[in-house]
């Protein structure tokens, strides 16, 4: 296979994408390629919609164009392929590919402009989201970690929590912030331009000697399944290594617990409701 993308999505063929001629519909190439280039801009730091209204606008198709060089069958694992070719003032052309077993099937050519949100008119692409395509395609970061006490992490910390907790779980206000928050150590992640998608904490106040326990994690929707909530435990579990930590325990909801038994973590005793969700105690010596 070509390696010439800095970007591939991997999708199969369904049944109902396969016309009278037992082939995939030529209409249904431009769904694949969106349903890429959504992928695309969560890997490139920018989750729609808040990476866009974070920076003030959106991308609206101008053009597409595309050959057909083979045909795709039902069952087909499609590989989609996507690059940024060029940046112009307030134009993005990409090219793109879909192969299936390294054989090329369609190529493409499609031109993005960035619009204001403010005039609903194109407007020159920001800056930082040169930086965050720049950097996908370089495979250099497109998120930024850091760690530190209440005052430091509160804006990103109370955006995410209140994106996760709040709005998507409907866990109430006054549940949310407690005064662990100001004992606490925080770990944050933005995109490059400063969007909020992750964070955790560390709390060792009022814990047994060598004892912390790790809470109010949480992963904005859209940037889930990049690995960021993995970063951000362990920069927990480093942060707790450093003050001597020897165990950590928390309270994974139970739709969690995998995520945390694969960074060791074991479950211990019955589930319980805590906010009104099912939740069970976890532990992990380090
Ligand atoms: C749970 C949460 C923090 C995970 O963050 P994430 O960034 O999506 O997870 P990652 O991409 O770092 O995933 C790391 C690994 O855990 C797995 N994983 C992530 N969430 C999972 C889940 N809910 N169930 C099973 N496995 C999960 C991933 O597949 C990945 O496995 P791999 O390394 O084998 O590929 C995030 O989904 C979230 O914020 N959920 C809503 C709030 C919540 O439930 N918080 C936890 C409160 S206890």
Same mark, same amino acid.
């Given at each position: 296979m070509t390696t010439e993308f800095p970007f591939y999505h991997h999708l199969r063929v369904r049944w109902s994408e396969v016309d009278a001629q037992k082939v995939v519909f030529n209409g249904h190439y431009l769904n694949f390629l969106d349903t890429a280039m959504s992928e695309y801009w969560r890997a490139s730091g920018l989750p729609y919609p808040e990476g866009f209204v974070h920076l003030g606008g959106d991308v609206f198709a101008r053009s597409n164009a595309l050959q057909y060089h083979a045909p795709a069958r039902f069952g087909d694992c499609l590989s989609i392929g996507v690059r940024c070719d060029r940046i112009g003032n307030s134009s993005l052309v990409f090219a793109w590919e879909i192969r299936t077993s390294g054989r090329l099937l369609v190529t493409g050519e499609t031109v993005y402009v960035f619009v204001s949100l403010e005039t609903t008119r194109p407007a020159p692409v920001p800056e930082a989201m040169r930086l965050q395509l720049d950097q996908q395609r370089q495979g250099a970061p497109v998120h930024a970690l850091r760690s530190g006490d209440w005052p430091s992490t509160a804006s990103t910390a109370r955006a995410v929590r209140t994106a996760v907790?709040?709005?998507?779980?409907?866990? &109430?206000q006054a549940e949310e912030w407690d005064e662990d928050d100001a004992l606490a150590w925080h770990v944050v992640v933005t995109n490059l331009a400063g969007l909020p998608v992750a964070t955790g904490r560390l709390i060792t106040a009022g814990? &047994?000697?060598g004892e912390a326990k790790i809470g109010r994690m949480a992963v904005l929707n859209g940037s889930r399944a990049l690995g960021l909530g993995q970063q951000v435990l362990q920069a927990l579990i480093d942060a707790a290594r450093q003050r001597s930590i020897e165990r950590l325990t928390l309270h994974a909801q139970t739709s969690a617990q995998a995520f945390y038994q694969r960074a060791g973590f074991a479950p211990e005793g019955p589930v319980f409701d805590e906010v009104g969700i099912p939740h069970i105690v976890m532990t992990l010596r380090i």
């Amino acid at each position: 296979m070509t390696t010439e993308f800095p970007f591939y999505h991997h999708l199969r063929v369904r049944w109902s994408e396969v016309d009278a001629q037992k082939v995939v519909f030529n209409g249904h190439y431009l769904n694949f390629l969106d349903t890429a280039m959504s992928e695309y801009w969560r890997a490139s730091g920018l989750p729609y919609p808040e990476g866009f209204v974070h920076l003030g606008g959106d991308v609206f198709a101008r053009s597409n164009a595309l050959q057909y060089h083979a045909p795709a069958r039902f069952g087909d694992c499609l590989s989609i392929g996507v690059r940024c070719d060029r940046i112009g003032n307030s134009s993005l052309v990409f090219a793109w590919e879909i192969r299936t077993s390294g054989r090329l099937l369609v190529t493409g050519e499609t031109v993005y402009v960035f619009v204001s949100l403010e005039t609903t008119r194109p407007a020159p692409v920001p800056e930082a989201m040169r930086l965050q395509l720049d950097q996908q395609r370089q495979g250099a970061p497109v998120h930024a970690l850091r760690s530190g006490d209440w005052p430091s992490t509160a804006s990103t910390a109370r955006a995410v929590r209140t994106a996760v907790f709040i709005e998507e779980q409907g866990i &109430p206000q006054a549940e949310e912030w407690d005064e662990d928050d100001a004992l606490a150590w925080h770990v944050v992640v933005t995109n490059l331009a400063g969007l909020p998608v992750a964070t955790g904490r560390l709390i060792t106040a009022g814990m &047994p000697k060598g004892e912390a326990k790790i809470g109010r994690m949480a992963v904005l929707n859209g940037s889930r399944a990049l690995g960021l909530g993995q970063q951000v435990l362990q920069a927990l579990i480093d942060a707790a290594r450093q003050r001597s930590i020897e165990r950590l325990t928390l309270h994974a909801q139970t739709s969690a617990q995998a995520f945390y038994q694969r960074a060791g973590f074991a479950p211990e005793g019955p589930v319980f409701d805590e906010v009104g969700i099912p939740h069970i105690v976890m532990t992990l010596r380090i």
